[in-house]
């Protein structure tokens, strides 16, 4: 599990370190740097990338011994991978950097540091990573991240009727929801990790513990009466995922007849009941198109999430979320200490600062920074203040 990132010379932060647990929030102003935090991790999961194939026992050229340690050469994608769009090196590197590296540093505890520098190439990048031992290799990112990592991007697919199926090495969802419905398919009849089941932790009679049948029992705790039922099409390639709403129809419908919020939705709980419960799970943005009723639950299904042992990092700028998380510290779903909130914003200056705000076993917020999901106090002082002044 990474425990923190520490960022140097990249884009808004000159030398800075992000602290992670098991739930990770990042909140705070727009243009505050919460999707730099996580264009980071994506550009050293391609580092990860990059060394999950590599053939043990053949010489690889780009290996070299540098001071006794092994010193491995990656190319590295600005724009594409992952969805990234960063432009050139010189877009993405501090203003005030001292040199032409861009350093990103991952801890998993206090004894272990993972370093990767990224330098610019002609038309890329390139990172440089440095081990003790060339033998661990394959293991040290794959442990960080997990054997099935996922990303899951704000700029989600809306209702479709069909989908590609996913060829990549390993089964995810897509970076925008785009292969859930093959998710859903291939991993239909998995048992899911005992800890994420819906019983576990709300009171009802079910021992159906398989993956399809988790996704619709959480998928109803956000959006009650939703019912699915996914088909795949061999001789083209493709899946669907038709939905029906009880008291509704008796049909199945085309995504298209019920809205963008299922279809927002949908990968996100796949993606955290697939996935491996030593893996990370980052997510952008995962309260749209949502009512707020789901967003607290939203925030409760993240919490249970996490405590099963899945990392999972998301951005977010819904007070519901926050307060879902709450409401799963104090029904015991996860541990205070396992959740932390880090607030993005800017001074005066224009300098970004990160606040860590940390939610005690009561649910309580327990240094609340201005700026932090507190407009609704704020617009309700100043609707009160009018209508004194209005009256007066």
Known sequence: MIS??????????????????KLT??????????????????????????????????????????????????LIQLNNEYKLQLGSF???????????RICFVLNEDQDTEYKTEIIEELTHASAFFSLD???????????????????????????????????????HVGYSGEYTNHVLLEKYDDAVDEQKLFQKYHNI???????????????????????????????????STTIRRKGFTDEFLNPNNIGFGISYVLPI???????????????????????????????????????????IVIETHSDH??????KAILNEAIDAKDTLINFH???????????????????????????FMDQSRIDLKDMLMSKIKKKN
């Open 269 to 311: 709980i796949v993606a955290a009941l697939s996935i491996s419960s030593d893996s990370l799970l980052i997510i952008e943005n995962p309260e749209a198109h949502l009512h707020p009723k789901a967003q607290s639950r939203l925030g409760e299904f993240f919490g249970q999430m996490a405590s099963a042992g899945t990392q």
């Open 321 to 326: 979320i926050v307060n879902g998380i709450r």
């Open 4 to 21: 923190t990132l520490k960022m140097q010379n990249f884009k808004c932060f000159f030398d800075d370190t992000v602290e992670f647990r």
């Open 345 to 371: 914003n800017a001074d005066s200056k224009g300098k970004i600062e990160m606040h860590s705000v940390n939610i005690g076993d009561d649910g309580e917020v327990d240094n609340w920074p201005e700026g």
């Open 90 to 100: 010189k877009e993405i590197i501090n203003t005030e950097s001292k040199n032409d």
């Open 205 to 239: 009679d079910s021992e159906e513990t398989y993956l399809y049948k988790q996704v619709q029992l959480w998928l109803n705790f956000l959006t009650p009466g939703i019912e699915l039922f996914t088909k795949k099409y061999e001789e083209i390639y493709k899946a």
């Open 133 to 171: 031992d060339i033998k661990p290799l394959y293991r040290v990112y794959r442990k960080l991240y997990g054997h099935d990592f996922q990303y899951i991007n704000a700029e989600r697919i809306g209702p479709r009727n069909i989908q590609e199926l996913c060829t990549d090495k390993v089964l």
């Open 25 to 74: 929030v990042l909140a705070g102003e727009n243009a505050s740097g919460k999707s730099t935090v996580i264009q980071a991790l994506l550009l050293v999961a391609q580092c990860r990338d990059s060394m999950s194939y590599l053939p043990v026992d053949e010489d690889i050229q780009f290996y070299y011994l540098n001071k006794g340690k092994f010193v491995i050469r990656a």
